[in-house]
């Protein structure tokens, strides 16, 4: 969903440089028309202000000036090459996606998700880790709080002894998340990068690599968050806890990136 | 060798994911006292014994089954792929 209020920004590491759109991450740029011009010089303006201004300049009927408008931001919001900035609350964007989705019901279409790219910055291993946990942590909290609710509920047949094991499998999951992530923007030092967020995908993207560099970075995810779940189940072990234990087992859950069902483990096959 | 490669992940990461969840699942019920039998006929995954003070935990072929199972899987499903693409997108 694309509302007048929230804000076109250019993603980070994408710039404007004579009448060209560039991005540092995948080192190309593409050239633009005065339209597209005009519309990312307002990079920060709200979207309904830029449509106001577009028909204003060009001679457009509102109609036409918000469809071109919302039709290009669609298009370079989903190349990861704009953001759109929201600033209502999470709680009434949920209940107007609610509201859409229900009207889109009917036709088995979902409302169409909003990619956020995020910026990373790979010079350092401990910039890497901070820059990519910092970009990835919204989403990860989210899913371990699914996650835990999924578990809950078969707790609740189990009964109230397992309470942790809940906590556990979302503590695992959200960590799982954040050290895969990490993993692979390690693997990537030096070579510029993003993280982007569009709708239930996460990866990251980055400039070309030689084809023995792009297998390490697939594989580095997979293998550092099941790494880190075999310390927790170790740690959990030899604690005499077996919460502890249970967290490592969603890291370790990791390990099925390695198979074609995921990108990491299609790239790791050869395909 | 991107056929031994695919065989080998999948072994790999179906292998190591019921091993590590049979681990932990023992060792809870370890902690818990409690006794635990996770096997599909004769075929068993894991199983925890109480014996007075002392338990014992088994780890049966049924992992060892779970990790070729998701090999051949994972083979199948790679060569699927492969096939599925257009001719001149192949690279082997």
Known sequence: MIASADRLLLAPGVVLEDGHLADEVRGERWPLNAAGT???????????????ELGAAFGLSEAQARADVLQFTWLLNGLALVNLERRDRRFGRLVEWIALAARLAPSGAWPAAVASRRAVDTTTTFRSLATSLAAVWSRAAVVALAAALVVAQFVAVIGAAAAAYPLAVGLGTGIGIGVHEAAHVIALRGVPSAIVLHGRRLFVLHARVESNRR?????????????????????????GAPQLALVGVPMVAHALALTVACGDGRVACGL | ???????????VALGLLAYVAAAVVAFAAQADGRALDVSLGPLVFVAVVPNGSTTSATFGGGLALVALVGGAANLAAAALIRRRRPPGDRLD
């Open chain 2, 1 to 11: 060798m991107r056929s031994l490669r695919a065989f080998v992940l999948g072994a």
């Open chain 1, 215 to 239: 297998l390490t970075v697939a594989l580095a995810g997979p293998v550092g968050a099941v790494a880190a779940g075999l310390g927790f189940a170790a740690l959990g072990v030899v604690a």
């Open chain 1, 38 to 52: 005009f519309v990312l010089t307002r990079s920060g303006s709200r979207v309904g202000q830029i449509v106001d």
